[in-house]
C-alpha cells in the first residue's frame, strides 16, 4: 500500500534568482538553506515520486486556457526563468493513476503532456530536488486568474490525492510551492501583509488547519496570499492520512522587501500543549487585488504576453512602442499607458519600483503586467536601449 511520507511547503520568490538590490541577500539565502533542509528531507523519507502543488504567473497558460487544477502528465517537467532551465523526469504512472483517479472522484481535472513550467516550478526544482534522481509531479493550483477554487476545494482534492496514493504502490512527498504574502504587479507590493502570515503560521503550527482551510479567495486576496491556495491540497492530503491531526513545523520565515517566505513541514499528530485557534480581522476592503481580467483588456495583456516571449518584439516595442499598440488594435489610452510604462525613468532605474500601474490602471493583469516589465527593464539594460521611441 502506498504512503505519503513527507508533506512540506515552500516559497518560489523569483528574487531568488534575479538577486535584485533592494532585496536583503542574507534573507533570501535563509530561505534557500531551509529549502536544502527540505532536499534532506526526501533524503530521509527515500519517496518514489514528489508532487509539486504550485501557481502559474501568467507563464504557462495565459488566457488562451486558465484551468483551475491541472496536471503535468508528460514524460519531462521542462521548467524556464531568468534564462536558466531545468528538464526533470515525470513519474508517469503515478501522474496518470491521478488525473484518472481524481476525474472519477468528480474532480474536473485539465492535463498537459508538454507543458512548459514557470518559477513557481523551478525554484523547488533547483533547491529542494537538486541532482536527486526524484521524479516529479508538477500539479498547477489557479491562484491569480479569478473566480479561484477555495482553499477548502483544493484540500478536498488533496484528501482524494491520499486515498489513490493509499491503492498505489508509491511512497510519495508533496510539496506546496507558494505564498506567503505579496501582491506582485499592485500598488501594495512593497506592503505585505506580515501580520497575517505570522496569525496562520501560529495557527498552522497549533495544529488547527481549519484556520486556514475556512478562507475565502476573497480574504486571502485581501492579505495577499492567494498564493498559499497550493498548501490547502497539502493540508487535505495529510489530514487524510492522519485524521488524529496534524501540525506544522516552520523552518524559516523572512519578512523581506516584498514578500513573507516561508518554508515548513507538516508532520501527523497533534501538537503537545497547542494554545486554541486565535481569531484574524480581516477588513473586508472594497477592491480586489486580482479581478477577472475584463475582456476589453485582452488586447493589451495580450501584448505584454507576447512581449515576455518573443525577442524580436520587444525590440520593435523599444524602436517604436505607439507602432506595435496600433498593430494589436489598443486604443488611446492603452498605447499612452505604454508610453508611460516605457518613459526612460522606468527603464533606468535602480529603485524596486518597477512600476506597471498605468498598465494595470487599463485592465493589465498585475502579475503578467509585472512580468512583462521585469523582462523588458532586464533586456534594455543587458542591450543598452537608450532611448526609445515614443511615437
Request: hydrophobic share 40%; proline share 7%; with cysteine.
Amino acid at each position: 500500500m502506498g504512503q505519503i511520507v513527507a508533506a512540506m511547503a515552500t516559497m518560489h520568490a523569483p528574487q531568488l534568482f534575479t538577486r535584485p538590490p533592494e532585496e536583503d541577500p542574507e534573507k533570501l539565502d535563509a530561505g534557500i538553506a531551509a529549502m536544502r533542509r527540505l532536499g534532506r528531507l526526501l533524503d530521509e523519507t527515500k519517496p518514489d515520486a514528489l508532487v509539486i502543488f504550485a501557481s502559474d504567473h501568467m507563464e504557462t497558460f495565459f488566457l488562451k486556457s486558465v484551468p483551475t487544477f491541472c496536471i503535468l502528465a508528460g514524460e519531462r517537467a521542462h521548467a524556464e526563468f531568468a534564462g536558466r532551465s531545468w528538464d526533470l523526469a515525470i513519474h508517469r504512472a503515478f501522474a496518470e493513476a491521478m488525473l484518472e483517479g481524481l476525474v472519477r472522484r468528480d474532480f474536473d481535472l485539465c492535463y498537459s503532456q508538454d507543458a512548459v513550467l514557470g518559477h513557481s516550478f523551478a525554484a523547488p526544482f533547483e533547491w529542494v530536488v537538486g541532482a536527486r534522481d526524484i521524479p516529479v509531479v508538477p500539479f498547477f493550483v489557479n491562484t491569480y486568474l479569478p473566480p479561484l477554487t477555495t482553499a477548502r476545494r483544493a484540500a478536498a482534492l488533496g484528501q482524494a490525492i491520499a486515498e489513490i496514493v493509499k491503492s498505489r504502490p508509491e511512497r510519495v512527498a508533496l510539496l506546496a510551492s507558494g505564498g506567503m504574502s505579496h501582491y506582485p504587479g499592485t500598488w501594495k507590493y512593497y506592503s505585505p501583509a506580515f501580520d497575517f502570515d505570522h496569525w496562520c503560521i501560529g495557527e498552522l503550527e497549533n495544529g488547527h488547519s481549519e484556520s486556514f482551510l475556512r478562507l475565502t479567495p476573497e480574504q486571502l486576496d485581501e492579505v495577499g496570499n492567494t498564493e498559499m491556495l497550493p498548501w490547502a491540497p497539502v493540508l487535505g492530503a495529510v489530514g487524510e492520512q492522519h485524521p488524529e491531526g496534524q501540525h506544522m513545523e516552520l523552518l524559516s520565515y523572512q519578512e523581506t522587501a516584498h514578500h513573507g517566505h516561508a518554508v515548513a513541514i507538516f508532520h501527523p499528530g497533534e501538537k503537545r500543549d497547542a494554545r486554541p485557534p486565535q481569531p484574524f480581522h480581516f477588513h473586508n476592503h472594497p477592491y480586489h487585488f486580482y479581478d477577472h481580467p475584463p475582456v476589453a483588456s485582452y488586447r493589451l495583456n495580450k501584448l505584454l504576453y507576447d512581449a515576455r516571449y518573443k525577442p524580436s518584439l520587444r525590440l520593435r516595442m523599444f524602436e517604436d512602442v505607439g507602432a506595435v499598440a496600433s498593430e494589436y488594435g489598443l486604443d488611446r489610452e492603452d498605447t499612452a499607458a505604454l508610453r508611460d510604462v516605457f518613459q526612460f525613468r522606468y527603464l533606468h532605474t535602480d529603485t524596486p519600483a518597477l512600476d506597471a500601474d498605468p498598465l494595470v490602471a487599463r485592465g493589465a493583469h498585475p502579475v503578467g503586467a509585472l512580468m512583462a516589465v521585469h523582462v523588458l527593464q532586464q533586456e534594455q539594460r543587458k542591450f543598452g536601449h537608450a532611448e526609445v521611441y515614443l511615437g
